[in-house]
């Protein structure tokens, strides 16, 4: 019986990793996770069911630095268990087109029987003129390789400009599925039968502009030796990571620790930001991805005295 390798991309701060959440749960036969993080440490994997077998692969992305890794990380969830589907998670500024490539040599030059089922993925509607102004062929290529398109944030603009937003995507691939309901509201079950319905396709890959690799247009910091904070300073420094006195930060996410001992997950992008209470999980770290960073600026905001910066070296786990 064949793999079926799902792939659910998406630009920094889509909605990924919740997108996972929703459907894993749901989805029928054994599951295997490969989660790429283009910063230095893994975070998403932590937020996912735990009892599945996942790979976390860090410092760079699977479509250009990490090639190898993601290569062995396929056949090792393969041989080792067998499952049903893959799912794989790139990180926010990975190349779909050049993920479908490697799949597809995975397939050709081994013995291993895998397939890719559906290429997911997650644009977020309230950033879309930005990162297609600042980013477009890292953000066009998710969007033109994709079977089946998700819109999400959609509270965040009004319905004339979500229908902009889903022209200018038709106008870049017209053959995708796209999914114009706020799929936050679905339960996973509902998004699962949504898949189902979607026909089979035939990979087509379009033909994109020659472009530099993810880690010289974009840069990362992570870090560990966080400083404690309270709820009213936490949404402060969240708001103020707007400020380009911090570089063009584009994600912000991590595991911090407030002042009354509880741990919360935060998620940061130009347009909007949350934080939630989380149980088991006990580290603190993050993970700031962006342009041109300042640094010592971001570090002076997260960290203690001393801080703990982590070297960018590929990882794997």
């Known amino acids: ?19 996972l959440k929703k ?15 283009f910063g230095d440490i893994g975070i998403d994997g932590e937020l996912i069911n735990d009892k599945l077998p996942i790979r976390e ?52 030059n081994s013995d291993l029987d895998i397939k890719i089922n559906h290429l997911i993925t997650i644009v977020d509607v309230s950033s879309f003129d930005d990162y297609l102004e600042g980013f477009g062929t890292f953000y066009l290529d998710q969007i033109q390789n994709a079977n089946i398109i ?9 319905n004339t400009k979500v229908e902009e937003v ?5 106008s870049n691939n017209e053959n995708a599925f796209i999914f114009k309901d706020d799929w936050y509201s679905s339960d996973g079950n509902k998004i699962i039968e949504i898949l189902k319905t979607i026909e089979s396709f035939e990979v087509n ?6 472009r530099l690799p993810a880690d010289k247009v974009f840069n990362a910091l992570s870090v560990t030796n966080l400083k404690v904070f309270s709820e009213k300073d936490l949404d402060k420094i969240l708001v103020s990571l707007k400020d380009e006195k ?20 935060f998620d940061f992008t130009p347009h909007h930001y949350h934080w939630e209470y989380i149980d088991g999980i006990e580290v603190a770290k993050l993970t700031v991805i962006g342009s041109q960073l300042k640094k010592q600026k971001i570090l002076q905001c997260f960290t203690k005295q001393v801080a703990k910066t982590l070297c960018r070296y590929p990882k794997i786990k």
């Open 57 to 108: 692969i860090y410092a760079g992305c699977i479509c250009c630095s990490l090639v190898q890794d993601f290569k062995r990380s396929i056949e090792e969830l393969a041989l080792m268990y067998s499952p049903d589907h893959i799912l794989i998670e790139p990180s926010g500024v990975g190349t779909l087109s050049d993920i479908v490539n490697i799949c597809k040599k995975i397939s050709e």
């Open 150 to 158: 998700f819109l999400s944030h959609l509270d965040k603009i009004d």
């Open 205 to 210: 890959l379009k033909g994109k502009t020659a």
């Open 23 to 37: 459907i894993i749960p749901n989805i029928e036969g054994k599951i295997a996770l490969i989660e790429n993080e």
């Open 1 to 19: 019986m064949s793999i079926n390798l799902n792939i659910i991309s998406g630009f920094l701060g889509a909605g990924k990793t919740t997108f």
């Open 166 to 170: 889903i022209s200018k995507i038709k």
């Open 246 to 265: 911090y570089g063009y930060i584009l994600r912000a996410k991590g595991i911090l620790e407030l002042a009354k001992k509880q741990f919360v997950y």
